[in-house]
T-cell receptor
Framework: EAGVAQSPRYKIIEKRQSVAFWCNPI?????LYWYQQILGQGPKLLIQ??????VDDSQLPKDRFSAERLKGVDSTLKIQPAKLEDSAVYLC??????WGKGNTEAFFGQGTRLTVV | QQQVKQSPQSLIVQKGGIPIINCAYE??????FPWYQQFPGKGPALLIA?????SEKKEGRFTISFNKSAKQFSLHIMDSQPGDSATYFC?????????????FGGGTRVLVKP
């Protein structure tokens, strides 16, 4: 079974520029998560999708971050404009669980390391 | 708001030792407690998980102990090996009806010396 695919692996941008990350979850997984992992910290949930609908975006800085999941499959996360404090690894994860059913085994991609200079 | 507190931040043991990582949570609505292992440059991978109706769970050399009344749980790595050197995260999830949101602890970097 193919894992969660993310691209690019690395990205360096200047502050105030925009950047986009792409995620292809495991086939058939209904739930998709975007996490931000700052160096030395645990992952922090930014947004959670169930199919193509948002079920939790309470920690997403909506003035600069946006995300979408087209047709309930692939997802993109965008930052515009980027700040220095956005430097982190952005992890995408997917889970086979339907909202409200079952436990929560999340499968993670390798992440995109963003450096804002 | 840190809902899952993890300690220690780092741990060094000799091969064969037993690293112990502790986590405490606040939200009594959490009902699923997984541990993730992360190697440098990789995403976290599920290691073992427990539900609050069980006090202990073993999978290979990894054991979770769970104390519901104290709202604490811990990971023990028996007979640790250099290949176990990684960062370990505890996590907690709300009930399925609340959307399966995973909240992570801050992580523990474990180094197992040969």
């Amino acid at each position: 079974e193919a894992g969660v695919a993310q691209s690019p692996r690395y990205k360096i941008i200047e502050k105030r520029q925009s950047v986009a990350f792409w995620c292809n979850p495991i086939s058939g997984h209904a739930t998709l998560y975007w996490y931000q992992q700052i160096l030395g910290q645990g992952p922090k949930l930014l947004i959670q999708f169930q199919n193509n609908g948002v079920v939790d975006d309470s920690q997403l800085p909506k003035d600069r971050f946006s995300a979408e999941r087209l047709k309930g499959v692939d997802s993109t996360l965008k930052i515009q404009p980027a700040k220095l404090e956005d430097s982190a690894v952005y992890l995408c994860a997917s889970s086979p669980n339907q909202w409200g059913k079952g436990n929560t085994e999340a499968f993670f991609g390798q992440g995109t390391r963003l450096t804002v200079v | 708001q840190q809902q899952v507190k993890q300690s220690p931040q780092s741990l060094i043991v000799q091969k064969g030792g037993i690293p112990i990582i502790n986590c405490a949570y606040e939200n009594t609505a959490f009902d699923y407690f997984p541990w993730y292992q992360q190697f440098p440059g990789k995403g976290p991978a599920l290691l073992i998980a427990i539900r609050p109706d069980v006090s202990e769970k073993k999978e290979g050399r990894f054991t979770i102990s769970f104390n519901k009344s104290a709202k604490q749980f811990s990971l023990h790595i028996m007979d640790s090996q250099p290949g176990d050197s990684a960062t370990y995260f505890c996590a907690a999830s709300r009930p399925p009806a609340a959307g399966n949101k995973l909240t992570f602890g801050g992580g523990t970097r474990v180094l197992v010396k040969p």
